[in-house]
């Protein structure tokens, strides 16, 4: 069946880098993409990678992605006091792409 | 780009009570319209689904209901609130291409007491 899983919490110091893992199982995935959630707000669409791809880059931004493995990681550089939030892994499926399952977040905590 | 406009931002009901959220969509025509609900610290469950006018799916039986009146028109109904129903509800939409990402609105924080 469809699951996303995500470890729940992490904590980083800022200027360190932070490495945020999913693991997804469904192998028709088209695509995997990362969403960033500040309290009280909706969900930020930070970057997304197509499913035939094995890495993308975007500023600090740096997204692996191990196929065989249906594992994702968001590699997070020089992490700062703002980005402490919640990150979402999730996948769309579907003919066209229309279905999407979210991993449950990952809550970062950046420490001064 | 897609821009999602959700009101109210936050309400308090009491048990009983009626429910309508209303989301709306510029900037795309013909989305897919979605509602998803956040409970406190949890991750996203999904509630409807919608490709067009009047076509809903529903993905989790409960006392909630949803209406698509217009294209880019999406709205969250209840008759009589529960306890239960407290939550953050985000709405979403993505265009019809496959790599069309959803892109969500700022939600709505609805406490029944």
């Known amino acids: 069946g469809e699951d996303v899983e995500q470890s729940l919490f992490l904590s980083v110091r800022e200027g360190d880098s932070s490495v945020i893992n999913c693991t997804y199982t469904?192998?028709?995935?088209?695509?995997l993409y990362w969403y960033k959630q500040e309290p009280g707000a909706g969900l930020q669409l930070l970057t997304y990678?197509?499913?035939?791809?094995d890495m993308k880059q975007d500023q600090r931004l740096t997204v692996l992605l191990n196929k065989k493995d249906k594992h994702l990681s968001l590699r997070i550089a020089d992490t700062q006091t703002g980005d402490s939030a919640i990150y979402f892994c999730?996948?769309?499926?579907?003919?066209?792409?229309?279905?999407?399952?979210f991993g449950p977040g990952t809550r970062l905590s950046v420490l001064p | 780009s897609q821009t999602i406009h959700q009101w109210p931002a936050t309400l308090v009901q009491p048990v009983g009570s009626p429910l309508s959220l209303e989301c709306t969509v510029e900037?795309?025509?013909?989305?897919?319209l979605y509602w998803y609900r956040q409970a406190a610290g949890r991750g996203l469950q999904l509630l409807f689904y919608?490709?067009?006018?009047?076509?809903i799916s529903s993905e989790v039986p409960q006392n909630l209901s949803a209406s698509r009146p217009q294209d880019r028109q999406f709205i969250l109904s209840s008759k009589k609130l529960l306890l239960s129903d407290s939550g953050f509800y985000l709405c979403?939409?993505?265009?019809?291409?496959?790599?069309?990402?959803?892109?969500f609105g700022n939600g709505t924080r609805l406490t029944v007491t």
């Open positions: 900037g795309t025509s013909n989305p897919n």
């Open positions: 979403a939409c993505r265009g019809l291409v496959s790599v069309s990402p959803l892109h």
């Open positions: 990678i197509f499913s035939n791809m």
């Open positions: 469904d192998s028709s995935s088209t695509y």
């Open positions: 999730a996948e769309s499926m579907g003919n066209y792409g229309q279905n999407f399952v």
């Open positions: 919608s490709v067009g006018i009047g076509q």
